[in-house]
């Protein structure tokens, strides 16, 4: 169904597409298969809504967001189990992200109040200066399937603080998790207008009526780099405002003076979070070579222990990739890196048998002897396998690391603080995790510089991005 001016409906065509679990092939529900005119009615409906909902003050903004938090804590697990059964991750991690996706629109619904104006004084006597800012107006949201709740919080919370209307695209494989997402901003009292979804299995018609529509003044994108930058070029053609949160190419990187069974288990830990569909997932496992052995071998046995299967089963820590198409890469990968001479530790190949024949599961895999003339030195992997390099010195692994046009998250471990922190500012990379695997909340900016994207998303500065500033001269 689409979300349409505070109705539900189906597609003007009346075509539908079906959503699918990713573990069993079982066809989930069928949706409303949304058209460039579907898109277009919606935006329509956000310029429509603009007019009242910007003129709200803040503190009525604000309570609508901490409605859709508290009803989004309350049906918490109503939204992980969809979650696992459409995205495939286990059910634990689904619980999770809807922790995650609850903590924008409450970081938010806090922040729409502390949108702070200021006065500047001028070289005149008979002159002052005010500067106020006021939002950007429709916005518009593609979002990814990965974190397929939490990518929707990020964007609408922020643009709901700061006074914009939105209409969001969710990505084709997860849209169930959208609707019910859509289901709290309606049970919110959200004013009708205001949050719009079009649901569709085809995102070029959608997103070219995002670019061509003079009513969208911003666009924010989670996907792909090559997507993103066809986005960025098209966006130009009106000056759109945009964020794009594209891909990444993490380095993660094991000093000498490291605990290489601590460092082993934050690898583990976040390489395989969510199947290594992650863009901070890290993609290159750089390891000095007098704990490389020792690193290896307390990794490959971590990884050995991971149980994949269907996220809603118990002990299950490791779900389906999404689709073929990622399998095929995997496979790719695993093929290019072996011809070239890695060494496959565990896994290494698709899993097959009774509980994963109807599904798509890839082994957890561990590579070593991994080079730079390798696909997965270079390309984005975006799935369960951790290529180790070996390295000799600082100066060393820093130019490895920064050999990419990514730049979105990294990793190091030390004990040693001067070296965290002189890493730290020579790694080419907007985050940076110094012994830390989670380096994000909905309290801190998120984003990337270089080919993983513009703007940030999070923080007050995610704010920002949906607010305009304005310069008002009085004289006197």
Known sequence: MLYINGEWHGAGSGEVFESRNPATGEVLGSLADGSAEDARLAVNAA?????TWSKLTSYQRSAFLYESWTLMNERREDLAQIMT???????????NEVGYAADFLLWFAEEAKRVYGETIPSARADQRFLTMHQPVGVAAAITPWNYPISMITRKVAPALAAGCTMVVKPAKATPLCAVETFRIFEDAGIPPGVVNLVTSSRSRPIAEEFMSNWAVRKITFTGSTEVGKEIARNAADQLKRVSLELGGHAPFIVFEDADPVHAARGAALVKFLNTGQACISPNRLFVHASIAEHFVAELTSRVEK???????DEGVTVGPLIDDDAMAKMASQVEDATARGATVTTGGTRLSGPAYDRGTFWAPTVLT???PDMLIYREETFGPIAPVTVFNDEDEVIEMANDTTYGLASYLYTRNLSRAIKVSEALNFAIIGVNDINPTSAAVPFGGIKESGVGREGAKVGLTEYLDTKVVGIAL
Do not use: C, H, Y
């Not at 991971?306 to 809603?312: F, P, R, S, Y």
């Open 47 to 51: 310029s429509g809504a603009f007019g």
């Open 85 to 95: 059964k459409e995205q495939g991750k286990p059910l634990r991690m689904s619980r």
């Open 306 to 312: 991971l149980q994949a299967g269907n996220g809603l």
């Open 369 to 371: 002897d991994v080079t």
